[in-house]
Nanobody, 125 residues
Framework: QVQLVESGGGLVQAGGSLRLSCAAS????????MGWFRQAPGKEREFVAV????????DYADSVKGRFTISRDNAKKTVDLQMNSLRPEDTAVYYC??????????????????WGQGTQITVSS
């Protein structure tokens, strides 16, 4: 049974930082690219960041570029999202997701094979 479990969410003031972590089990982690998505109330789930299976490539949504950093540890089967200079518009439920390493549909939620349950990030102004 595949599980992706996010942690590290919470409440932070604008300008602050948070680090999210996603722990994977039940899958061969190194065979998956890993993504982070977010969903704000009343909005569709949107792409935030992705990292390829070997960490060789990363990509970010324009809205978070330069502020967020995605990283992974294949030995620990974890993927992290370091979020700096947080803004109220970053408030959302954040999800990690796994996509087969051969797929290039990084930006599309429909391409992902597995999802975590999400963790809430609230940024106060």
């Amino acid at each position: 049974q595949v599980q992706l479990v996010e942690s590290g969410g919470g409440l932070v003031q604008a300008g602050g930082s948070l680090r999210l972590s996603c722990a994977a089990s039940g899958l061969t982690f190194r065979y998956f690219n890993m993504g982070w998505f977010r969903q704000a109330p009343g909005k569709e789930r949107e792409f935030v960041a992705v990292i390829t299976w070997n960490g060789g490539r990363t990509d970010y949504a324009d809205s978070v570029k330069g502020r967020f950093t995605i990283s992974r540890d294949n030995a620990k089967k974890t993927v992290d999202l370091q979020m700096n200079s947080l803004r109220p518009e970053d408030t959302a439920v954040y999800y990690c997701a796994a996509i087969d390493w051969r797929s290039t549909g990084y930006y599309d939620t429909r391409s992902y094979n597995y999802w975590g349950q999400g963790t809430q990030i609230t940024v106060s102004s």
